[in-house]
């Protein structure tokens, strides 16, 4: 048994298309993030004045910074087609995603796609406007899924109808805003295009991948910093 677990240890690490571990099974990120908001979405029906402690303003984001990510993963009450539009995008996106990027190069990419969304409202809207929703995140997404599929014309077709009913959802759901689309979604693509377009025939692919993500995420922080600094 020893010889074999040895053997197995020694074996050369099986890689997604785009260099991530492969694993076979279920989404677990995506199914972890879209549990994460629906169980945020429930403590802002049970839990009073939550809402209003997760939504992001630029003009608090300064003192309150962790409003950057849980406005991402707060969603508005007063219509639950807020969330289960949102929701529906990123089970899409995620389960397309996911199994080609690596659960690690999803979930960065996610996060980094959120947080362009935050510094997208910070940079463009009114500094006492409340922005809340995953659409930020979700807007990266779907412009990553735009990269990885750049060469399928038949799955740009089909993402055309979630770009259709998200625009049409940021008419009709107060708290959502076109500037955390625009963050999110220039965030996304250069996060995806980080991972993706990295040749697979260069074998310090995963390095180059790391050095890229970690550098696009330092200077996303940094340029956070100085917007909520600027939008006090």
Do not use: D
């Amino acid at each position: 048994m020893e010889c074999v677990a040895e053997a197995s240890r020694r074996l050369p690490q099986q890689q997604t298309q785009f260099g991530g571990r492969l694993r076979s099974g279920a989404p677990v990120i995506t199914y972890a993030v879209i549990a994460l908001n629906v169980l945020v979405y429930l403590f802002q029906w049970i839990i009073p004045g939550l809402t209003n402690s997760l939504v992001l303003a630029p003009v608090i984001a300064a003192y309150e910074p962790w409003r950057l990510i849980t406005s991402a993963f707060a969603h508005s009450t007063g219509s639950i087609l807020h969330l289960a539009m949102n929701m529906y995008g990123i089970y899409i996106f995620g389960t397309l995603l996911e199994p080609r990027l690596g659960r690690l190069r999803f979930a960065w990419l996610y996060l980094l796609s959120a947080i362009g969304g935050s510094l997208g409202i910070l940079l463009l809207s009114a500094p006492m406007s409340a922005t809340l929703g995953a659409s930020g995140a979700l807007a990266g997404l779907f412009l990553a899924t735009f990269v990885v599929f750049r060469s399928n014309k038949q799955a740009l077709r089909q993402m055309g109808i979630i770009l259709v009913l998200n625009i049409v959802l940021g008419f009709v759901v107060s708290g959502i805003s076109w500037q955390g689309h625009l963050g999110g979604a220039v965030t996304g693509i250069i996060a995806s295009a980080c991972i993706v377009l990295i040749p697979r025939s260069n074998p310090q692919r995963s390095r180059i991948q790391l050095v890229l993500l970690s550098t696009l995420s330092i200077l996303l922080l940094v340029a956070v910093y100085l917007a909520a600094q600027g939008a006090k």
